[in-house]
């Protein structure tokens, strides 16, 4: 099964860099799916087990949730850059801004945990501050820099605010989600890739939640129109 799953994850990866493409990145990953099914029908064939334990089940939907939520996440990222990419240099700094300040406000004011459960550490006043507090900062630095760097959003000031708030409060989804996996596969991490952050997935986890929603934002046509700027 792991045979499988690598190679889902290796295909899908391939066609979202090659292609930039959401929609054959999609068929790509439904064509895996298939093989998943296949693969899991043939290797439960030979193996001749009587029955079906939960465990095939848990296992299938863990390769469709890596698939669709990392690998395909990471392929928008990639579509986005290609496309949009200031877009995507500001899904990062939403991620940058929201993660740090949400630390910061969460240690200097937080009382209130949101689920002793899911993320002891976590408090309300950390996700809304952080959330607040990163998206002025982010803000700010973006009019700041974007006179002299023109992958920035050259976006009014109220509207660059409000794309920065979607932007860090989706990344606070994408946190406890990834604290949410985490307590259930029973880790305190999620790797040992990056030592002290948790693992890699970790540090791209709000990525994968940001980069999705500027791409929606911008296949619908919901973005606010830039002003022109000439960087100095």
């Not at 465990?55 to 990471?74: A, K, M, Q, R």
């Not at 002891?120 to 501050?129: D, F, Q, Y």
């Amino acid at each position: 099964m792991t045979v499988a799953s690598q190679f889902g994850a290796i295909l899908i990866s391939l066609t979202a860099c090659f292609t930039a493409s959401l929609e054959r990145t999609l068929i790509a990953f439904l064509g895996c799916f298939l093989f998943l099914v296949v693969y899991h029908l043939i290797y439960s064939s030979i193996e001749e087990t009587n029955s079906i334990h939960l465990d095939n089940f848990i296992h299938i939907g863990g390769c469709l949730l890596g698939w669709f939520w990392v690998v395909i996440g990471l392929g928008i990222l990639n579509i986005l850059q290609n496309t949009h990419p200031c877009l995507a240099s500001f899904a990062i700094d939403c991620v940058v801004c929201a993660d740090s300040f949400s630390m910061i406000v969460g240690r200097l004011f937080g009382k209130h945990k949101i689920s002793t459960i899911i993320s002891p550490k976590k408090s309300w006043e950390g996700l809304i501050g952080g959330s607040i507090v990163g998206s002025f900062y982010n803000t700010g630095l973006m009019l700041l820099l974007r006179q002299w760097l023109l992958h920035i959003p050259q976006y009014e000031p109220i509207n660059l605010f409000l794309l920065s708030l979607a932007g860090c409060s989706i990344e606070q989804v994408g946190d406890l989600f990834q604290s949410y996996l985490k307590r259930i596969g029973r880790v305190k991490d999620s790797g040992s890739a990056v030592p002290g952050h948790g693992g890699f997935l970790d540090r791209i986890c709000g990525v994968l939640f940001v980069a999705p929603l500027f791409y929606f934002f911008a296949r619908v046509g919901i973005l606010p129109p830039e002003t022109h700027i000439v960087p100095s």
